[in-house]
């Protein structure tokens, strides 16, 4: 069984045989009861994203170990800090909805884009400042974020080329909108 964030129970099931350890040591572990693991061992049950860090580590791997995803988006890695989307709004500092709208469309609000930082008198882009907070380093951060464009998930003429196309648009919006001192465009002719 698969849930939105990829919890995969064979995985689960697969990594409790190769580390050699039963549902009561892992319920143990995880501090949950022995019938919980059993039914996220059946598939019946998926665990709160607050469970699966503390299920990878009983069964020695990492909490991406435990799940399946086709593109990882920022709530995946949500969800291997183990934070519920309203610990994961308070660590960053934003308002529930304005993290629930970030994690959903990609969005970010005009003040959440970046921090000013008085200690080193500068401002900090958004995936500078956030990635501690999903312990990743900033490029998988923006790549996750980039992902949650609902832009680039549309079904319309999905083609490679306009995909592609997507993805420069996309990137180039970023750029822009974050780059700290955009370019100057020159008007004049050149020779």
Request: glycine share 8%; hydrophobic share 40%.
């Amino acid at each position: 069984m698969e849930a939105l964030y990829g919890f995969d129970t064979a995985k689960l099931r697969a990594a409790r045989t190769t580390a050699g350890v039963s549902a009561v040591r892992i319920a143990r572990a995880a501090g949950v009861t022995t019938r919980a693991v059993r039914l996220y061992l059946a598939g019946s049950r998926v665990p709160r994203p607050e469970i699966l860090p503390r299920l990878a580590e009983a069964v020695g791997v990492a909490p991406e170990g435990l799940c399946t995803v086709e593109r990882e988006r920022l709530v995946h890695l949500r969800v291997w800090t183990g934070r519920s989307r309203s610990a994961m709004a308070a660590a960053l500092g934003m308002a529930a909805e304005t993290y629930r709208q970030l994690e959903t469309t990609g969005r970010r609000g005009r003040l959440s884009a970046s921090r000013y930082d008085r200690a080193q008198d500068r401002w900090i882009l958004w995936q500078d400042w956030a990635s501690p907070t999903y312990c990743v380093g900033p490029q998988r951060l923006l790549v996750a974020g980039l992902k949650e464009w609902r832009g680039l998930a549309t079904r319309y003429d999905k083609t490679p080329e306009s995909y592609a196309a997507g993805l420069h648009l996309r990137g180039s919006i970023l750029w822009l909108t974050q780059s700290a001192s955009p370019p100057v465009i020159s008007t004049q002719n050149r020779p």
